[in-house]
T-cell receptor
Framework: AQTVTQSQPEMSVQEAETVTLSCTYD???????LFWYKQPPSRQMILVIR????KQQNATENRFSVNFQKAAKSFSLKISDSQLGDTAMYFC??????????????WGLGTSLAVNP | GAGVSQSPSNKVTEKGKDVELRCDPI?????LYWYRQSLGQGLEFLIY????????KSGLPSDRFSAERTGGSVSTLTIQRTQQEDSAVYLC?????????????FGPGTRLTVL
């Protein structure tokens, strides 16, 4: 069975600095998808970035980028130029290849990130 | 377009009462998920609907929990004889049927408090 591990329950960073959140996963599958979701204090869960396992190039969305190491089963999130609005819980999630009927995501326990002024 | 909506946003009930939580997914999304999130915790999968297929109920914690999805759209999560440990935020998410990315779009959640 797949598992997702986020080893950092809490992190903090100064505004404008860079922070990296770690995520490791375990799977025997070759094709899959990885996601980072953000949940701010407002509670609304939103997608930050996603990565297809068959793509070697790391995904990037503005200030957010990932370091995807498929062999190491590692999927870390880097936030550059941190902003106060980045304060949130960040969840890493694993999804099986879409061809499978079951589209459940496997979730990590989350990392609480505080951006300090 | 409209996102996933959930109602009520907050629900306070007494122990032993039944509650119904509603989820309106994004129009056209055939996948619908219910999660439970206890204070400061991760997401606990409850149930998953995909089109006309039988739902995956493997995450429901007890037979007091049930969910249905009418007409492939709106879903209702019912908790019977609520207990204090049922207090949590209940999140609903929907997803597209096609395409390679099983991204989930979340609603704002319903905060349930059982006194």
């Amino acid at each position: 069975a797949q598992t997702v591990t986020q080893s950092q329950p809490e992190m903090s960073v100064q505004e404008a600095e860079t922070v990296t959140l770690s995520c490791t996963y375990d799977t025997s599958e070759n094709n899959y998808y990885l996601f980072w979701y953000k949940q701010p204090p407002s509670r609304q869960m939103i997608l930050v970035i996603r990565q297809e396992a068959y793509k070697q190039q790391n995904a990037t969305e503005n200030r957010f980028s990932v370091n995807f190491q498929k062999a190491a089963k590692s999927f870390s999130l880097k936030i550059s130029d941190s902003q106060l609005g980045d304060t949130a819980m960040y969840f890493c999630a694993f999804g099986r290849d879409w061809a499978g009927n079951n589209r459940k995501l496997i979730w990590g326990l989350g990392t609480s990130l505080a951006v300090n002024p | 377009g409209a996102g996933v909506s959930q109602s009520p946003s907050n629900k306070v009930t007494e122990k032993g009462k039944d509650v119904e939580l509603r989820c309106d997914p994004i129009s056209g999304h055939t996948a619908l998920y219910w999660y439970r999130q206890s204070l400061g915790q991760g997401l606990e999968f409850l149930i998953y609907f995909q089109g006309n297929s039988a739902p995956d109920k493997s995450g429901l914690p007890s037979d007091r929990f049930s969910a249905e999805r009418t007409g492939g759209s709106v879903s209702t999560l019912t908790i019977q004889r609520t207990q204090q440990e049922d207090s949590a935020v209940y999140l609903c998410a929907s997803g597209k049927s096609g395409g390679p990315v099983n991204e989930q779009f979340f609603g704002p959640g319903t905060r349930l408090t059982v006194l």
